[in-house]
């Protein structure tokens, strides 16, 4: 089961490892599968790249399993316990920021093989977990999305008149497919109005949402429609 | 001055000479076996200190904030010369102080850094190779405590102009064959078909393109996939093979200045190519000046 704060998904099915951002999916005796939690998507931006150790390499507790680097992140993420890279999750290396996304399928970085067998004691169950991470959201901000956003602007205190020029202005200069994450004082008409302007301009609306009264446009920029 | 040079897998590693004369490149594992010695000063240059030094640095080293510190705080410029003086003095640097410069970003800062102060005459200035990038990677030591180094009474002696050019003086050099500009952006923002770098894409300029003549060679050309530069002969044949030769005065630029100082560093420091001037006016002052002549 998946249970969702601000959208970002946590599954009871999983153990977690909340000071490297990491959970752990068990697959078989004391083989896991491991991800990145989705609430890195606000605290590390878009990740960009990562450079995971290979199948085979041996990772002492608390040295780094893999490099990250993010929009605003780069940092060694690192074993929670003794283990041994089993194998990696290819499509996350080459298109990391998929990690960011939640537990689909695709959204593992690697099978690690415990080399202790106490290995449980420094991961939490998501019950474990969960007070921490609500009070993690609610103090940081936290807000996650299906897709994960390349950039983030901040419009507050924007005219709501003027939004959608500001917002026109930015999209132009950033790449075809490009998404951005922008934050605004809230309006009513503020989702009608987007939907317009999405009609209009073809750049596609991919998610809105309030949260204390701030307004949250996830975009896809299209230039051709 | 002679530099031992070895050549281990590809990257290239310059040491300290016998004659303990100063590389223009150290390796981290030379900073991390140096960082102690009082006449060396490890200083971090950060575009974004609190996603950088702020969660931990080398030790010892203290934080050049490249907005505040390096740039004047009023006018578009870089830090005047008396401010290059206290940065230096309250950084517990001396006029013969070795300092060594890393940075977030691939050492794009740090490299802006480097220039500047190269620009105000000083003479014991490294680079880290790999910067930041790679301190991390190898598990290196970070801590969190800032340094308090006792102040110094840091004098300019000297101010090279000729490192560096304004726009009056690249326009006027347009069409020149002894002259040879190098726009190191990406592809995409030297067509024009984006106007901002993907790292600040929000930040474009009105026009897009680049200055009529100018040869693409990113910079990131120069970089190994973990952020140190490549071997001396790859990087001549890299410049040389698409006409940026010795022989001509080189003018390099990017959006800001940048990513322009780390070709700046390449061309001039480990090339040693004579007459090398970094435009930090960049595309975010030509591609938005009335007039100003643009090709795509």
Known sequence: MVEEIQACGFSSNHLYFLEEMLWLSPIRDRVFRVGILPITQTLWGKVTSVSVKQPGDEVAANRAICLIESRRFLGNVRAPFDLRIERLNMEAVERPWILQRGFGEAAWLCEVAALEDNCLTRLKSWSEIRGEVERMISEKGIICFREVPDYVHAAIGIDCSQLLMVLSDKLEGLPEGSIIHIVADYNEGAEKDLEKWSRITGNEVLDFRVEKRLAHALIRRRTQF | ?296
Request: aromatic share 12%; hydrophobic share 35%.
């Open chain 2, 1 to 296: 001055m002679q530099f031992k040079y070895i050549d281990n897998r590809d990257l290239i590693r310059w040491y300290m000479s016998e004659e303990q004369e100063l590389p223009v490149l150290v390796s981290t594992e030379w900073v991390a076996k140096n960082l102690n010695r009082p006449d060396v000063r490890v200083v971090e240059v950060d575009y974004d200190p609190q996603t950088a030094y702020f969660q931990g640095h080398v030790r010892g080293a203290v934080l050049w904030d490249w907005k505040k510190d390096i740039n004047d705080p009023i006018e578009r410029n870089i830090i005047s010369k008396e401010g290059f003086e206290s940065l230096c003095s309250r950084s517990g640097i001396s006029n013969d102080t070795h300092i060594v410069l890393y940075g977030d970003f691939n050492n794009w800062f740090a490299a802006f850094a480097f220039w500047v102060a190269r620009l105000y005459g000083h003479q014991k200035l490294s680079i880290m190779d790999g910067g930041r990038k790679k301190w991390i990677a190898e598990e290196r030591e970070l801590v969190k405590e800032a340094p308090s180094p006792a102040p110094t009474s840091y004098k300019v002696t000297k101010v090279r102009y000729e490192y560096r050019i304004l726009l009056p003086d690249v326009r006027a050099r347009l069409g020149s064959p002894t002259v040879a500009l190098v726009d190191v952006r990406s592809p995409d923002e030297y067509t024009g078909k984006i106007l901002a770098p993907p790292e600040y894409p929000t930040e474009h300029a009105q026009r897009g393109g680049h200055i009529p003549g100018a040869v693409n060679i990113p910079w990131a050309r120069a970089l190994n996939e973990d952020g140190t530069f490549k071997p001396i002969e790859e990087l001549r044949r890299l410049y040389q093979g698409m006409g940026v030769t010795p022989d001509k005065e080189v003018i390099t630029y990017c959006r800001i200045g940048e990513r322009s100082s780390v070709t700046w560093f390449v061309l001039k420091e480990l090339l040693k190519y004579p007459k090398v001037r970094n435009y930090d006016g960049s595309w975010s002052e030509w591609g938005n000046v009335v007039g100003t002549p643009i090709e795509k």
